[in-house]
């Protein structure tokens, strides 16, 4: 699976909109995009996928790039309660091999 | 739906003893994969299976053991304890058949093991 990379941490304020971007620039067609995050002491919990198009679901919106090179995950209106660390992983669907790379993610800090 | 169920939720344990952690899943997945996350890491896996009686390894397998004997059930076992081995560890399942929405993971609450 191609590897991505995403910033260490952003900081935003409560009721405002958050976009926590990803690159992926060695992509390939087969490779859906997945946004997991993890709040304080508990599992990861699935957000988010997509491929070519946007993506809109309860929790958030996936914005992907024309090219593919790069995604952003919006949410339209932080709480304190998505503070977390977010993950995007590239997963090949066709691929038997389990091996996806989580890198460190990015740490969202929700201000009031 | 109970979802994934790890236990236990929390163990210390001293260099060499062994112990095995626990995953439950109750949602039919034939999917089922053990992660550790070390502090201010991404997950790393460590074994995997894709159905009962088939298992794999993943990126970390040494000093760990696995079995998968029935669909909701994957034990990990750690067979001599080292304190390399202190992390917290998560449990996931997903459905393994085609389609993007088969790799979708759901999971556990974790495991934190302290190995004196």
């Known amino acids: 699976d191609a590897k991505t990379t995403q910033p260490n941490s952003m900081e935003s304020n409560e009721e405002e909109p958050v976009h926590l971007p990803c690159n992926h620039s060695?992509?390939?067609?087969?490779?859906?995009i997945h946004w997991y995050r993890q709040l304080p002491s508990q599992g990861p919990e699935y957000v988010i996928h997509?491929?070519?198009?946007?993506v809109n679901n309860r929790m958030a919106s996936l914005a992907i790039a024309e090219d593919r090179k790069s995604s952003t995950l919006i949410l339209h209106r932080a709480t304190l309660r998505d503070a977390a660390v977010y993950y995007c992983?590239?997963?090949?669907?066709?691929?038997?091999?389990?091996?996806?790379?989580w890198g460190a993610g990015t740490k969202l800090i929700i201000k009031p | 739906n109970a979802g994934v169920t790890q236990t236990p939720k929390f163990q210390v344990l001293k260099t060499g003893q062994s112990m095995t952690l626990q995953c439950a899943q109750d949602?039919?997945?034939?999917?089922m994969s053990w992660y550790r996350q070390d502090p201010g890491m991404g997950l790393r896996l460590i074994h995997y299976?894709?159905?009962?009686?088939?298992?794999d390894q993943g990126e970390v397998p040494n000093g760990y053991n696995v079995s998968r004997s029935t669909t909701e059930d994957f034990p990990l076992r750690l067979l001599s304890a080292a304190p390399s081995q202190t992390s917290v560890y998560f449990c996931?399942?997903?459905?393994?058949?085609?389609?993007?929405?088969?790799?979708?993971?759901?999971f556990g609450a974790g495991s934190r093991l302290t190995v004196l």
């Open positions: 997509g491929l070519t198009s946007n």
């Open positions: 996931a399942s997903s459905y393994w058949t085609g389609g993007p929405g088969a790799n979708v993971l759901t």
């Open positions: 992983i590239l997963r090949d669907v066709g691929d038997s091999n389990y091996q996806l790379i």
């Open positions: 299976s894709v159905g009962a009686g088939i298992t």
């Open positions: 949602m039919n997945h034939e999917y």
């Open positions: 060695t992509i390939s067609g087969t490779d859906y």
